[in-house]
């Protein structure tokens, strides 16, 4: 699975998913991605075939439907993180993250048009 982390995420946690083996890039390492509106960051995750990981939950859940609505087909997959669980200003919580995401991918990979929940870390 391939994933991309909104701009909420620091570069670090994509960087430590690569070391785990994950194909992940973050907006913070994408200039051209940066300050995207919701709508045009989904589209990009589509058509280079990633599963959005993003805090960003009310917005991306109307994205999502929207797409639903006016694709009439599946997107690659929609991971949200409770900001709660993984508050960014603690210190640890970029390995946490990583683990957690590490952990969703290998037991519970989200399938094609599927919305997961990172609710908890490890």
């Given at each position: 699975?391939?994933?991309?982390?909104?701009?909420?995420?620091?570069?670090?946690?994509?960087?430590?998913?690569?070391?785990?083996?994950?194909?992940?890039?973050?907006?913070?390492?994408?200039?051209?991605?940066?300050?995207?509106?919701?709508?045009?960051?989904?589209?990009?995750?589509?058509?280079d075939d990633r599963c959005l990981v993003?805090?960003?939950?009310?917005?991306?859940?109307?994205?999502?439907?929207?797409?639903?609505?006016?694709?009439?087909?599946?997107?690659?997959?929609l991971i949200l993180v409770a900001p709660?669980?993984?508050?960014?200003?603690?210190?640890?919580?970029?390995?946490?993250?990583?683990?957690?995401?590490?952990?969703?991918?290998?037991?519970?990979?989200?399938?094609?048009?599927?919305?997961?929940?990172?609710?908890?870390?490890?």
């Amino acid at each position: 699975m391939r994933l991309l982390l909104d701009d909420m995420f620091s570069a670090a946690v994509a960087e430590g998913l690569r070391r785990r083996g994950v194909d992940a890039i973050a907006v913070q390492e994408q200039p051209e991605l940066r300050g995207l509106p919701d709508e045009q960051l989904f589209v990009f995750a589509q058509l280079d075939d990633r599963c959005l990981v993003t805090e960003n939950i009310a917005d991306f859940i109307a994205v999502e439907s929207q797409w639903r609505a006016e694709q009439g087909r599946a997107h690659c997959g929609l991971i949200l993180v409770a900001p709660r669980a993984f508050p960014r200003h603690r210190r640890g919580v970029v390995g946490r993250l990583v683990a957690a995401l590490n952990a969703q991918i290998e037991t519970n990979q989200p399938e094609a048009g599927t919305i997961a929940w990172l609710e908890r870390g490890t």
